[in-house]
């Protein structure tokens, strides 16, 4: 689900893109910064590269294991959903002459996710059945934790945004258990007599 969810606002983001600035070619890639052995992804090169830098259990949002009614005397236990927060980010990883391109591509990205806080199925068709909303806000980062996340991510610092993503939920349907709603009754009237 979380790879659908990157997809998805790529995807969104290149419509967005590609229709403005009349490009051939998607500009915005989910994708690392670098490989895991640490060299550069050469593939990323004057692109807007979107990836995961976080993961956060919603904290808003309380449930207790669900019953699930599957007739007239049983229940079924269930796990409630998870809701998830994912801290992304997208970086313009353009070469010295181009920089001034990364800037007006980072501009327009952060203009069509002010336009566009919020996909509900309603305004995005596509979007994944599991997913109620994604909602995206700006996040505020100082210097220091910038520095500290640019430092964990590749130690050079690319012009960027950091989004929260709200709401990405992971179904808890699946069943675990069953339990009888109705006992059998216990009859102690021919005791009182």
């Not at 807007?48 to 229940?75: C, M, Q, W, Y």
């Not at 998870?82 to 801290?87: D, E, G, I, V």
């Not at 709603?181 to 102690?188: A, E, H, N, T």
Request: aromatic share 8%.
């Amino acid at each position: 689900m979380i790879a659908k969810t990157l997809a998805l606002l790529a995807v969104q983001l290149n419509r967005f893109l590609r229709h403005n600035f009349k490009l051939a070619e998607d500009i915005v890639l989910v994708s690392n910064l670098n490989e895991a052995d640490g060299n550069v992804c050469t593939h990323v090169n004057n692109k807007l590269a979107l990836f995961l830098v976080g993961i956060e259990k919603e904290s808003a949002s309380r449930h207790n294991p669900s019953l699930l009614d599957t007739g007239f005397s049983r229940s079924a236990n269930s796990t409630p959903p998870l809701h998830l927060n994912l801290y992304l980010m997208l970086a313009a990883n353009f070469n010295g002459a181009n920089y001034s391109d990364a800037l007006t591509l980072l501009s327009a990205s952060i203009s069509f996710f002010q336009r566009n806080p919020l996909f509900t199925h309603q305004n995005l068709p596509e979007l994944d059945p599991a997913i109620e909303r994604l909602a995206l806000d700006l996040e505020n980062l100082s210097i220091q934790d910038a520095s500290n996340l640019w430092g964990m991510l590749s130690g050079k610092y690319l012009p960027s945004v950091l989004y929260k993503v709200r709401m990405v939920s992971f179904d808890g349907a699946d069943i675990y258990g069953q339990s009888s709603l109705l006992s059998k009754p216990v009859s102690d009237i021919g005791s009182r007599v």
